[in-house]
């Protein structure tokens, strides 16, 4: 199942995916504008103001590029990389697989001064592409209501979960303005962030307090590899990482991930002078240490991404790595040297966490040490050795109660 169940995830997972679509578009320079409907009838219009999907006949199918966008599998554009040099659309299967789990679907397309319209009736088309008026815009819009028949669970789109979902996206996608408005309720949202990431690091921690005052931010391009990272520092004790690839939420991380956690590590540590750390700390700062309280967004965009598994819950390019610890590596070396009084008290933070780590392992192995004594039955008189280190030890065996 290309949307992954027919639940109340995979219902909404049909919107992610005619928007994910429109945001292809945003990422290659052509759309600045999306609108989200939920409609009185419960069925949802997706709109944007892109190039439009083209609607010439194809020259070796002899048929409407826009009928085999709406019927055919991995026939939309972002399999061409003139066209797309990076996407985030489910599996690449498109509004194709919208179509296929809908009741019907109308497709309404504005390009080259007309509107185009088809009608699909459960992905098969109701007649050809229409033209039913004139415009001077371009753009597409999908409007479909799901198939009660698959989706026995509901069909009834729950506003709070794609309003998340938009607002995230506009997050990660700083020029584009999303309108969501359901009809049902007279609810309407409209996200437009052109902060980015610091603008998402800021909303995430908008409860908490934070350490370093204004988040950090780091970005960088090689290859049409794109990556940013912004961070904060909180006063918990929890690390909140969100990862993302061409939009797509990674929960399972993947290389980006991997790439930032090792360069930060390794970036505080450098950083960490005698003066900050313990002088009978012999360890140095771990990986836990200086993530505890951190709030962090690391997103990136890349051509060619590897998956592990169909649904893109973790990255595996390589090359991905090696320059998000490139990026991190120079620009928060930078920022730890310019920031001294911040770069101080996230250091400190981390060395804390450090001691807070060394203090409860030494509390379990005592724990443990007096429990084994417990119960090991040896006689009463024969006590627990406070030296660890066995070449120093010695056990002296006497005859005699008096011994």
């Known amino acids: 199942m290309y949307i992954g169940n027919t639940a109340e995830e995979g219902l909404h997972h049909l919107i992610y995916e005619v928007v994910d679509n429109s945001i292809d578009e945003a990422l290659a320079g052509h759309c600045t504008a999306i609108k989200v409907i939920f409609h009185e009838d419960e069925s949802v219009s997706v709109e944007d103001n892109g190039r439009g999907i083209p609607v010439d006949i194809h020259p070796t199918e002899g048929v409407s590029a826009l009928e085999l966008v709406m019927g055919t599998l991995h026939a939309g554009g972002k399999f061409d990389h003139s066209t797309y040099k990076v996407s985030g659309g489910l599996h690449g299967v498109g509004v194709s697989v919208v179509n296929a789990l809908s009741s019907w679907t109308i497709a309404e397309v504005k390009r080259n001064g007309k509107v185009h319209q088809q009608r699909y009736e459960k992905g098969i088309k109701q007649g050809d592409v229409q033209i039913v008026g004139e415009t001077d815009q371009s753009g597409t819009k ?158 990136v965009r890349v051509p060619n991404p590897q998956f592990e598994g169909q649904t893109k819950t973790k990255l595996g390019n390589s090359e991905v790595e090696s320059f998000v610890t490139q990026v991190v590596n120079e620009q928060l070396g930078a920022w730890l040297e310019e920031h001294p009084a911040e770069a101080k008290r996230v250091v400190n933070k981390s060395v804390q966490a450090m001691q807070a780590r060394e203090a409860a392992r030494k509390a379990r192995d005592l724990t443990r040490r007096k429990s084994a004594l417990e119960f090991s039955g040896l006689p009463g008189k024969l006590a627990d050795c406070q030296e660890k280190d066995p070449d120093r030890a010695e056990l002296f065996i006497v005859e005699g109660d008096s011994a």
Not at 202 to 222: H, M
């Open 142 to 299: 999908i409007t479909f209501i799901p198939d009660p028949t698959i989706f026995t669970e509901t069909t009834i789109f729950k506003y709070d979960i794609i309003q998340n979902r938009l607002r995230e996206l506009a997050f990660l996608n700083r020029d584009v303005k999303i309108l969501l408005k359901d009809e049902r309720s007279g609810a309407e949202d409209e996200f437009h962030c052109k902060g980015g990431l610091v603008e998402y690091v800021e909303y995430l921690n908008r409860k908490r307090t934070a350490i370093n005052a204004e988040p950090i931010f780091f970005s960088g391009e090689k290859e049409n590899v794109q990556v940013e990272v912004c961070f904060q520092y909180f006063d918990g004790y929890s690390e909140r990482l969100f990862s993302y690839v061409n939009n797509i939420f990674t929960k399972e991380g993947g290389t980006h991930v991997t790439g930032f956690r090792g360069a930060l590590t390794r970036c505080i540590n450098r950083y960490a002078s005698d003066d900050v750390v313990p002088k009978n700390m012999k360890e140095k700062l771990g990986g836990d240490d200086v993530r505890e309280g951190l709030t962090c967004v690391v997103s």
